[in-house]
């Protein structure tokens, strides 16, 4: 990886890949190399000077949460350059297929060995102290049958079993929202995981916070 100190361009011929609020996904080439850019846009509604700063601390956070996610045993794109004055941060491309978009058609045996590598991985996330803070189906692309962990825009240190419970929170709700069918499943399979990896009494801590945010958020309706 390198830090450029001087805004990039996108080499090889560009392709918009997604545009979201904050960020595009730019598809190109890196010497040679397929490569994806996620470059942040300047804000209009924020002030020149305080925008510029929030995107460049946000990009600087983000390439350093994915290296950190890779140094601790989780699979993410290998970043290639991380230009701080041009917001951008050019990364791997990961060829593969969402795990939002094979959930359904996955037989039972292979569903239950996507999500034991999910919660694993969610576990060496919460043991290095990173919060990803966007743990859902749609952001782990499933390449020659091995998960690749994406989008680490929200991602965060931290150590508290709060922060680590709602990160399992969200991927509960994913699957029991957008995944009814194999939610059951797939929520044992990912917990059988996280357990393994984290050892069964700091397991049951997070499950019992989860427990305790899902009761809540319960109260929180009914008031």
Do not use: C
């Amino acid at each position: 990886m390198t830090t450029s100190t001087s805004p990039g361009e996108i080499s090889g011929k560009p392709g918009l890949l997604f545009r979201g609020a904050e960020a595009d996904i730019v598809a190109g080439t890196w010497q040679g190399m397929q490569a994806v850019y996620k470059v942040r846009k300047p804000l209009t509604y924020r002030l020149p000077l305080l925008d510029e700063s929030i995107r460049r601390q946000r990009t600087i956070r983000e390439a350093e949460m994915i290296h950190l996610s890779r140094r601790a045993g989780v699979p993410t794109p290998y970043l290639y350059e991380v230009d701080v004055p041009g917001s951008t941060i050019v990364m791997e491309y990961i060829g593969g297929t969402r795990l939002r978009d094979m959930v359904g058609s996955m037989g039972d045996d292979a569903a239950r060995g996507a999500f034991r590598e999910f919660g694993a991985a969610a576990a060496r996330l919460h043991s290095a102290g990173i919060v990803h803070g966007d743990l859902t189906t749609a952001n782990v692309i499933v390449r020659g049958g091995a998960l690749v962990f994406i989008d680490f825009g929200l991602s965060f240190r931290a150590t508290r079993l709060e922060d680590q419970a709602v990160d399992l929170r969200l991927i509960k709700e994913t699957l029991t929202g957008a995944h009814p069918g194999a939610s059951r499943l797939a929520l044992d399979a990912l917990f059988e995981g996280y357990s393994k990896v984290s050892g069964t009494a700091k397991f049951r801590a997070v499950q019992r916070q989860l427990r305790s945010i899902e009761r809540r958020g319960r109260y929180a309706r009914v008031a």
